[in-house]
């Protein structure tokens, strides 16, 4: 199979091979366009007119990084007839609005290049598509759908017009994610989330909205794409694909190929000098409001056109410690899992060996608008009850030099 890979109107590149053996290499006009060893697409996969051959499986894995997970990957094989761990044939179908500003199209389908729309959806059938993750996995049309989207929960994604609501077809950019009520023990979830996003936004860690809307009476979660700017592509990619572990491997004790310190050493090659502080400020905010899924897929890189590349805004920011589970963080803390254990002191090692100096005052300063912040901002109706006073007690429990559980 070969696979077109485009960015920004630009073939920068192909696919070549089948599920086993393909592999990416840079085009002429991609390597021209935007300068040999340009790191437009990752900084993993620098463009070169040759590429390291014993980089392959990485660079296999970080198309392969593109892809769903869980059922919501079982619904799109089904629906595309297609076999498991088959990236290009997975990505021929769907990859025409993935994560991030890249449209992969197969130039020797007679039905590509397919023009772009969009089909305007009532509240009803926002609502059904919500409930129909096998029939519509992510909202996509059975025929037209072209949208494929990393991550475990149920969710779909849709474009906000200026009229309303409406299905993305054949690769029109997506703007908005939406996740609907679960059952059961996880019925917050939804609403968790929204106070963690506004808790991120008013510490000036993420930038995009997030709201709860009801559709047709069905509650759901409502996320503005932050590699989406006035409806065009930003391209981003996720430390999974940049440190070059697999799906479960995002996950710190699965592997052991990601870390918060490999994660800063990226940082500290790639991006400006006050990035490493801010993920710094990320880490202090998911141990301190219990936010054990801090992996690698939820922090990334941005890669504006017209800009230096960034550290990624917070995102996924869900208080996790009153649900069932194991309490433990996605990435290690000073070689701590359990959240309720680390303490500041934790926080400051931690920094200190990713070479940040003065990090004590950048942790008392985030714990103390953090304090503000949850006392001021209220849990929406249908939040853990106990949310807001279990935050500050975990705030306070920093503040006061105790672990995140205290003791």
């Not at 051959?53 to 799109?76: I, K, S, T, V």
């Not at 609502?127 to 049309?141: S, T, Y």
């Amino acid at each position: 199979m070969r696979l077109a890979v485009e960015l920004h109107g630009t073939i920068i590149g192909r696919l070549d091979g089948d599920a086993r053996t393909f592999d990416f290499t840079p085009s002429a006009e991609g390597v021209e366009g935007f300068g040999t060893n340009s790191p437009v697409l990752s900084v993993a996969i620098p463009l070169a007119p040759v590429q390291r051959r014993d980089h392959a499986g990485r660079r296999r894995n970080w198309f392969a990084e593109l892809l769903p997970e869980g059922d919501q990957y079982d619904y799109m094989l089904a629906r595309g007839g297609l076999r498991r761990e088959d990236t290009p044939g997975f990505l021929a179908r769907y990859g025409r609005d993935v994560a991030g500003a890249l449209q992969i199209w197969d130039p020797d389908d007679p039905t590509e290049p397919r023009p772009p729309g969009v089909r305007p959806v009532t509240q009803a059938q926002v609502r059904a598509l919500l409930q129909d993750p096998i029939g519509h996995p992510l909202a996509n049309d059975p025929q037209s759908g072209k949208s494929s989207l990393g991550g475990v929960q149920p969710k779909v994604v849709l474009v906000r017009t200026s009229d309303g609501w409406a299905q993305a077809l054949g690769g029109f950019p997506t703007t908005h994610i939406l996740k609907p009520q679960l059952g059961g023990e996880k019925g917050s979830l939804i609403y968790d989330e929204e106070y963690g996003s506004r808790l991120a936004r008013r510490l000036g860690l993420a930038d995009f909205a997030t709201s709860i809307d009801e559709f047709d009476g069905l509650p759901a979660i409502v996320i503005e794409r932050y590699d989406r700017h006035r409806g065009q592509r930003v391209h981003q990619e996720d430390f999974s694909q940049v440190l070059g572990a697999s799906r479960n491997q995002k996950y710190q004790e699965i592997g052991g190929i990601v870390s918060l310190r490999r994660i800063a050493d990226t940082l500290k090659t790639h991006t400006p000098e006050g990035d490493l502080r801010r993920l710094a400020r990320m880490v202090v905010l998911a141990v301190a409001i219990g936010n054990l899924d801090l992996h690698s897929k939820n922090l990334g890189l941005l890669h504006p056109l017209d800009g230096d590349v960034t550290l990624a805004p917070a995102y996924d920011i869900v208080p996790h410690s009153h649900l069932p589970g194991d309490g433990r963080m996605a990435l290690a803390v000073n070689g701590l899992y359990r959240n309720q254990d680390i303490t500041r002191t934790d926080l400051v090692e931690e920094f200190a060996s990713w070479g940040l100096r003065r990090t004590e005052p950048l942790i008392q300063v985030v714990l103390d608008q953090l304090h503000t912040v949850v006392s001021e901002e209220h849990p929406r109706e249908g939040a853990f009850p106990r949310l807001q006073e279990q935050l500050l007690g975990f705030v306070d429990n920093l503040r006061c030099g105790q672990a995140v559980g205290g003791r």
